[in-house]
């Protein structure tokens, strides 16, 4: 620690606006001499969540954290939102019953929450303000109101008044519940008990869309993740197989009709499936694709995914640091934390970010 005497200060300290005046960023050319256009191509998918369309021609998937718009078939797909210019991470889409709107979750610098955006494109509005991990967004039947998790609770918001109601569920081990739908009717909602993160699945319960007392819809064997219900009452959903670690996709004709697996894969992303509206088709992601399963195939059919996007980066030059040369004399203009020891008998300061001590 350096001593000084106290007329020395005065030369030997600069405030924090000299240092600004010192440190000041070089000319905006030096900064930004170019830029350069990162080219994204993709054809396959680790993670995958998705959405069919009410008249089943289109689907809507998160990738490269955005949203974009794919034909139901297959080919190339259209961005819906720009994740670097809305500085935003879209993800778990789901489309409403009408097809006007696609509702999805999304960290935007506005809020983080449950987010509206039109079907075809546009300005997304923010529907509820939500802080969990995920929140798996649910349309009704009706299309008037949204269900998801929020703060670890079934939450539904109704789209007209922005209102929200959280549903007190009895009955179910633990109060934790995740990956809410609704049954065909619009009345109440199926949903599984579990830890929501990791990912390991649980039972399926069901519930009013008023809560109360929740009745089970499967053991907690199945170790349920992701379920569906087709318009006919037919249910899908992946089975967590704790032995092999694997994600297989189960099939039961009704809620709490016998289950059977439908898929043996083992590169199986289970965060969604998805029906044709006639019931008799199955759409999910595994090996990096997505395929479509008909209930009475063996084989799925494996729809193409094909995405591009460029994405423009500056270059950057780090500005020039402009500092005075050793053995230079600087003329102190101020200083900032004076202190004054117990004793009396020195004082402490702060300059340059470094502690000076004089007496």
Known sequence: MRRVTLPHVALMVLSRAALVL??????????????????????????????????????????????????????????????????AQDMDPRWSPDGNWIAFQSDRPEGRGVWLLPASGGVPRLLVLADDVRTWPAWS???????????????????????????????????LASEPIWTPDGRRLVFVNAQYYPPVGGALWQVADTGGLATPVTGPELRVLAPALSPQGRIAFFRHDTLTAKYDLWI?????????????????????????????????????????????????????????????IRDWSAP????????????????????????????????????WLFA
């Open 141 to 175: 039947p009706d299309g008037r109101r949204v269900a998801m998790v929020r703060n670890g609770q079934l939450t539904i918001a109704d789209i007209a008044t922005g209102s929200i109601t959280e549903l007190t569920i009895a009955g179910p081990p633990g109060s």
């Open 252 to 312: 039961a004709d009704s809620l709490g009709a016998p289950p059977r697996q439908v898929t043996d894969e083992f590169d199986t992303s289970p965060l969604r499936v998805r029906w044709t509206p006639d019931g008799e088709s199955v759409i999910y992601h595994a090996n990096g694709q997505l395929w479509r399963l008909g209930v009475r195939d063996s084989l799925p059919q494996q729809i193409p995914l094909h995405t591009t996007l460029d994405v423009v």
């Open 320 to 355: 020039a640091i402009l500092v005075a040369a050793p053995g230079t004399r600087i003329e102190a203009r101020g200083f900032r934390s004076l202190r004054l020891s117990p004793d009396a008998r020195r004082i402490a300061m702060i300059a340059l970010d470094t502690l």
């Open 22 to 87: 010192a440190f000041g960023p070089a000319p905006a050319e030096a900064q930004n001499a170019g830029q350069r256009t990162i080219h994204i191509d993709t054809r396959e998918s680790t993670q995958l969540s998705f959405d069919l369309s009410p008249d089943a021609q289109w689907l809507v998937i998160d990738l490269l954290g955005q949203l974009w718009r794919l034909p139901a078939a297959g080919g190339d797909a259209h961005a819906l939102t720009d994740a670097v210019r809305d500085t």
